[in-house]
Every structure is written in structure tokens, then in C-alpha cells.
């Protein structure tokens, strides 16, 4: 199988490095996903309609598809857009969209996620540093390893922090988004769940899980298992193309 990875925020296709290698061991392929303004298309601009592109593009018939954190919301923008190419879609701590409504919309689900989204967002803000053209990135490797990686040797941790880069709010977090294509499709699913995960919560990990009618799978992992656990990682993906949905998709 042909395995097509979407990164999340502040992140970019190197992050899946570790876990293409460890897929090809077992004997599979993977590629990775630059969103446009992160790694080698950095200078891009992020719109919904090239993140939807970027991630259409590469798209083959057979293709599992796996996004990460935010990287999901790309993700079911690129199966949206070729629903027949996907045979299976994977959410690794991953935002689902929620019909004709906005990435924050689908991140906070109703006023106790916008508390719990508000609590992080202040906390992360002692660990970011803002631009003057409105990037943010992290300015302390202490957050990075808080947030994304704090299961990771040292070396791992450093390696990645190098590699961080900016992310920014803007039309791509308040825009309302439609995937009918990808609710009426019923690609097979699943969602794996991090037990160990201290930048996506359990509350909305288990309302993702509902909407997407399946039952989490689990790692014992960081945010960053692609990293952390990357021999685990890649042969829960494998496994995850086996399972099925226990119920209908829930477009909002």
C-alpha cells in the first residue's frame, strides 16, 4: 500500500521521515505532504483552496490517506476533492471538518472546547514568538518538547525544533469549509488516538471518533508519535486500513 501523509500546524513532510522508513521495512510506500507555507513551499500562500490542491494532487487510486492534528482538516479537503483514489483515510489526533463551518469551529465543537482552546492558547503564547507580518513560531525549545514531544530522546527533540516552522491564523481558520463529496463517499476510516497527548484533547478526540462512526485505535505516545514511536506508528497505520466503520459519518 501507498501511504500519503499531511502534516499539522508549525510542522512540514519531514516530520513523517522516521515512519515512511519504518512502513518500507514492512513492505510499503509512503510520501509526504508540503501544505503550502510550511518546508519547501514555505514562500506560498495558505489558502483552503491550494492546501485542498496540494494534498488532491498527489493523490493515486489506492491511496490511504493519513493526516495529523490539522493536517486531517487538509486531508478531508484532498479526499473531498478525488474521493475514488482513497481507500482509506486515517486521523492520528486529527481535526475533522465540520460541514459549512470553520476550522475553529470544528476544533472547539461548542463553549466548553472554546474554554479548554482559550486555557491552551494562553499557555502556549509564553512559548511563541509573533512577527510582525503575523507568523508565530516557537521560540523555546521547552515548548516544543511540552506540546509536541516530551517522549522523545533529546536528540530527537532538538533535530525537530530545528525544523519547526511559522504557522499563521488567518482565512484558512475562519472560512467555512463544505466536503459533501467526502461525506457521501463513505471512505473507509479510522482515528488513533494518543494517550500520551498534551496538545489534543481526549473530550474532542472522543466527538471526532463519534462523527466519524468508528472506535479509537491507541498508541502510547506523545502528539508526535511519527517520531517517538515510529516502528509502532507504522504497523498501527497498516492495521487501521483493516478496520470499519461501527457507524455513519456526521457531518456536523
Do not use: K
Not at 499539522?8 to 515512511?20: D, L, P
Not at 522523545?152 to 527533540?157: N, P, V
Amino acid at each position: 500500500m501507498r501511504f500519503v501523509f499531511v502534516h499539522g500546524g508549525f510542522h512540514a513532510a519531514w516530520c513523517w521521515s522516521r515512519t515512511i522508513a519504518e512502513l518500507e521495512n514492512i513492505g510499503h510506500t509512503g510520501i509526504a505532504v508540503d501544505l503550502p507555507g510550511h518546508g519547501s513551499r514555505l514562500s506560498e500562500e495558505s489558502t483552503l483552496a491550494n492546501r485542498r490542491e496540494a494534498v488532491a494532487s498527489v493523490l493515486q487510486p489506492g491511496d490511504v490517506l493519513v493526516g495529523h492534528s490539522g493536517g486531517g482538516f487538509d486531508a478531508t479537503l484532498g479526499a473531498d476533492s478525488a474521493p475514488d483514489l482513497v481507500r482509506h483515510i486515517v486521523y492520528l489526533a486529527a481535526a475533522l471538518p465540520r460541514e459549512g463551518r470553520s476550522y475553529t469551529d470544528a476544533m472547539t465543537m461548542g463553549s466548553e472546547g472554546a474554554e479548554f482552546f482559550d486555557t491552551a492558547a494562553a499557555d502556549m503564547l509564553n512559548h511563541l514568538h509573533f512577527a510582525d507580518d503575523g507568523t508565530m513560531t516557537f521560540a523555546d525549545i521547552d515548548g516544543a518538547r511540552q506540546y509536541f514531544y516530551h517522549d522523545c530522546d533529546d536528540d530527537t527533540l532538538r533535530w525537530a525544533f530545528e525544523r519547526l516552522g511559522p504557522e499563521r491564523f488567518g482565512d484558512t481558520t475562519v472560512a467555512p469549509v463544505s466536503v459533501p463529496h467526502f461525506w457521501a463517499a463513505d471512505i473507509g476510516r479510522s482515528f488513533i488516538r494518543c494517550e500520551q497527548d498534551r496538545a489534543y484533547p481526549r473530550w474532542l478526540a472522543d466527538l471526532v471518533c463519534r462523527r466519524l462512526g468508528v472506535e479509537p485505535l491507541t498508541i502510547d505516545a506523545s502528539h508526535s508519535p511519527f517520531l517517538s514511536r515510529p516502528a509502532e506508528l507504522a504497523a498501527l497505520l497498516v492495521h487501521a486500513t483493516t478496520t470499519r466503520p461501527i457507524g455513519p459519518l456526521i457531518p456536523d
